[in-house]
């Protein structure tokens, strides 16, 4: 976990979006700066045009966020680098792509890129361009339920310990009742909801 988080009390889980908030100081080139993460409800309550300032060395104002597979670890985040599990959870994702021979769990921005990216030397053919935008697009759209999966993940996870209802729940109370949960469990239940058929989401 980031140093600056560690033991602070200020750092919450959100009960409505499942989130994380908190301040912390980010130190750049012998600067200090002051920010507040915030979860996603103002950010649903602002209109466009509304966004806040990117911060200073992030390609995204999200500093810390959780595993999105089992919602149990805190990760370092805001960077297009960003690796969205837990060190457990990338393994058992890379594990099962390797076994497939495709993304069926992206792990990362910048790893959908990479995997999809387009081969431009020599031109590619019309029906290489039409492959690679139909794998692009079902690669957003399992990002898109990946990130679902995050929030309804953290949601379970309040329920299992007792705090379906909290409002908001110390992420150090969080980080401990969870500590108990089958997390390679959680993985699991990832996967199923990553392979279910679109109308059964709805
Ligand atoms: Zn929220
Ligand atoms: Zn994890």
Known sequence: MAHWLAGSRDWQVC????????PFVWRLKGMAYDHVQECDCPRQRRTDGERP???RGFDYNTVAELCQACG?????????????????CRQRATDLNAELGRTLVPIGRHSILHGVASRTTPKPTEAEIGAFVNRFGALVERMRRLRDWG??????NLSTV????????????????VSG???AGRSEEMVMWMTL???DLE
């Open 162 to 177: 007792g705090y379906a209802d909290a409002t908001e729940i110390a992420l150090t109370d969080y980080l401990a009742a």
């Open 181 to 183: 949960i089958d997390r």
């Open 151 to 156: 929030h309804v993940v953290v949601r379970r």
């Open 53 to 55: 300032e990117t911060w």
């Open 197 to 199: 058929d679109r109308h």
């Open 15 to 22: 009960g409505t979006c499942c989130q994380l908030r908190g």
């Open 72 to 88: 149990c670890r805190v990760l370092d985040s805001g960077s297009r680098f960003s690796i969205w599990f837990c060190r457990e």
